[in-house]
């Protein structure tokens, strides 16, 4: 159901807290929660995206261990999300990637906590994703504070708008990222239809 | 706007894979994940629920560096989120202490994977929180493989449906505890109303 989605997870180029543009370095649980969600709302991939070659050697090692015997003797649940993980030096290169594996450029669209008053609406972003004759799309998340300029207006078609609560308090907004993925997949593609039996 | 409303993350009575109860040790991401996305959708307060003297005391020293004066001068939105924190060695003592707050018990909501066909639905919830008249509300969360079915049935007053995802894989359904709390405060306090300008 619906068209194929990844998510790709962006260490460079990314902001730090004083809006200059750094590599940040992976968190181990990133990772894991990145890869565990991905799965749950039925995404065909999460990409790792690293300019760093050591700790993308890092990355495949750990996987490595999660997909071999032993890890996935102790964790089959693990191995399984670690399955739909990959790495790339470049948000470039994972759409690349992407656009060869599916014979068609990924919608890409951007995410972040400043995109307050614009991009595409999250009901119209579902819409689409959840439409199976629409071409792949890939949600882009940064690391840091937040994602490149440049890279988004380079790579990126769209924007989310910012997540927001209806009772924010004083303006504070400071989601992890683990969290910001978990609850744009959701917005997206998940189903809250649930009703008691 | 809404009532007051709470999250627990309780570390005991919860089930290891077996479906044994256990005690859960504190994991130092959940802290300020959770702490984070609490105060970004305005809750009231976010109890950490431990048997253990020695987890609750290590996380009363971490809580203490973020709000004292080194790390608050590092990071203040940090400290702004570790203000909402607090202990507590038991869910029951948690409830007694909102009930002390604010003057009526709490309704307590549990959460989990395992709830599947039942529980209040979600504009239901998402109605009764956002409405201003209504008393506080505590929705909590199990670690391990989730909350002990005693405990739910002693002191939760109703349980949340288990977030599903439509494009669902093939029964997969294993999220972080910090990817099940933002998905939940999304679903019942975020805004999702946000369109371009």
């Known amino acids: 159901m619906g068209c194929s989605v990844y998510i790709a997870l962006v260490h460079h180029p990314v902001k730090n807290r004083l809006g200059q543009v750094v590599s940040t370095a992976v968190t181990n649980l990133d990772i894991h929660d990145l890869a565990r ?17 050591k700790q993308r050697e890092m990355v495949r090692q750990m996987a490595s261990h999660w997909l071999g ?9 693990r191995a399984r999300a670690f399955e739909c993980l990959s790495v790339s030096p ?3 290169h994972a759409i690349e990637w992407i656009t060869d594996s599916r014979g068609q450029r990924p919608w890409v669209i951007a995410t972040g906590a400043g995109y307050r008053s614009s991009g595409v609406p999250w009901s119209e972003a579902r819409a689409r994703l959840l439409d199976p004759c629409q071409g792949p799309a890939l949600i882009v998340f940064g690391t840091g504070w937040g994602l490149d300029d440049d890279l988004v207006d380079g790579l990126c078609d769209d924007t989310l708008p910012a997540i927001e609560a209806v009772r ?19 917005r997206l593609l998940g189903d809250r239809e ?3 039996s």
């Open 168 to 186: 924010e308090r004083r303006g504070y907004n400071h989601l992890p990222v683990r969290a910001a993925v978990s609850i744009v997949l959701d």
């Open 90 to 92: 470049s948000l470039e």
């Open 194 to 196: 649930a009703t008691p």
């Open 69 to 77: 015997g032993d890890g996935r003797a102790r964790n089959p649940t």
């Open 37 to 53: 969600t991905a799965v749950t709302y039925g995404c065909d991939g999460y990409v790792l995206v690293s300019p760093l070659l």
